[in-house]
């Protein structure tokens, strides 16, 4: 039972605030402590120093009036009981509707006697602790209500991932027998055509040309069907212990050195600290230049590529772990959104240009990265440019 209360009573009538002290005052199961002001400014400016238990307040007063008065007391202190005391009937409904706006009660000031003072009081203190509470629980739960759901949509990104490096891994197996099956009936078609080119020496130009064809055709299958297969079948690369920075180095000017268009500006950045990785140096090599490559072909009226290198963490790269890392940025046309998805599926291009190998380039240096325990992501904005970046783990000491 609440029994000590610190009260403030707003009230403009010297002789209402007299009777109210004597009404509280000879109520002996409470202790109550008043602190009288006139104005809505003092009140506030009371209120704002802390340890009020509950506010009594009329609705007339010298600085302000009606629903004024509680909304100001109000925004002062939501935390403290507010009751209001009505002189008329048409306080009572500006009252009601302080209620609905976070008041605890009302008053009226002709039923006001000690026993309905102190039961007010109480009640108001009473259900105000239980709104701040409910206010404070309801607090934390949208707090761990944020905190599953980020925890959601983390699983859900990491169950897709799985989902589609399953995917990826069982359409490489696929290609792979395919591959293996069609390689010899190839190699049938090319040493047909060889004994044909042998045996039709004196046939008409157009059969010679067409057989040439077909055996330049059926060589430049079998050349596409050979590196896709080094690449899916070779996952266990031979890796050597390599200085990270020294590496990146060396590839950066080799890189630089290719002068690959005069409008296209190469920036890089390899930081000078000691970093180790276990890597084949062609094979990451080979990937760092194919993702150049397509930042290149992303800017054909130019722009600037810029390549890092350096030891960080990135959350989407090993689950946030230490990592060299190559980041590869280009001011480029962009990805849209709808390719994402397919970025690394063998044979998926844009490239308008014809030439042999398109669309394995980002598949084939998904396998190099992935075989050495790496990994690579990608982030685009169409019209602005695209960051790839891939995140090897530095050799254990
Ligand atoms: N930096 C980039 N900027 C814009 N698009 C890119 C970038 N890198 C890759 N792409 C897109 O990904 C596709 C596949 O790339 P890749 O596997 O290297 O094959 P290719 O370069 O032969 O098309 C490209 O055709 C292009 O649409
Ligand atoms: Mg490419």
Not at 180 to 205: F, Q, T, W, Y
Not at 236 to 247: C, H, L, P, T, V
Request: with cysteine; charged share 30%.
């Amino acid at each position: 039972m609440i029994d000590k209360v610190r009260l403030m009573h707003v009230e403009d009538s010297p002789i209402i605030a007299e009777l109210i002290r004597g009404m509280f005052a000879s109520e002996k199961s409470i202790s109550v402590n008043i602190e009288h002001f006139v104005t809505v400014r003092e009140a506030m400016d009371r209120l704002a120093k802390g340890n009020i238990d509950v506010v009594l307040t009329d609705l007339q007063l010298p600085d302000s009036d009606g629903l004024n008065t509680f909304n100001r007391i109000y925004a002062e202190a939501p935390d403290i009981p507010i009751i209001i005391m009505t002189g008329t009937y048409e306080e009572e409904g500006i009252a009601l509707t302080a209620i609905k706006n976070g008041a605890q009660d009302y008053l009226r000031k002709s039923e006001a006697n000690p026993d309905t003072l102190v039961r007010s009081v109480r009640y108001a203190i009473e259900r105000q602790y239980t709104k701040n509470e409910l206010r404070r629980v309801s607090a934390e739960l949208s707090v761990l209500y944020k905190e599953l759901k980020d925890a959601y949509a983390d699983l859900k990104t990491t169950q897709e991932r799985l989902v589609q490096s399953e995917k990826l891994a069982g359409l490489v197996r696929f290609s792979e027998g395919i591959a293996h099956e069609i390689r010899n009936p190839l190699g049938i078609i090319i040493g047909g055509s060889e004994i044909l080119e042998k045996k039709l020496d004196k046939a008409d130009k157009e059969t010679k040309e067409s057989i040439e064809m077909i055996k330049r055709a059926a060589v430049r299958a079998s050349e596409i069907l050979k590196t896709f297969l080094v690449y899916t079948v070779s996952r266990n690369k031979a890796s050597e212990r390599i200085n990270f920075g020294e590496m990146m180095e060396e590839m950066c000017s080799s890189i630089k050195k290719s002068k690959i268009a005069p409008n296209i500006k190469i920036v890089t950045d390899v930081a000078k600290e000691d970093m180790c990785v276990n890597v084949g140096i062609d094979q990451i090599h080979e990937a760092v230049v194919s993702i150049f490559n397509n930042s290149a072909e992303a800017m054909p009226n130019g722009g600037t590529i810029t390549i890092k290198a350096y030891k960080g963490s990135d959350s989407k790269i090993l689950s946030g772990r230490s990592a060299c890392i190559i980041e590869i940025d280009d001011t480029g046309v962009g990805i849209p959104k709808e390719n994402m998805p397919k970025m690394f599926e063998p044979f998926f291009t844009t490239s308008q240009r014809k030439r042999e190998g398109a669309g394995r380039g980002l598949f084939v240096t998904k396998n190099i990265v992935e075989s050495f325990d790496g990994q690579i992501v990608i982030d685009s904005t169409v019209g602005r440019g695209t960051i790839v970046k891939i995140g090897l783990p530095p050799c254990s000491k």
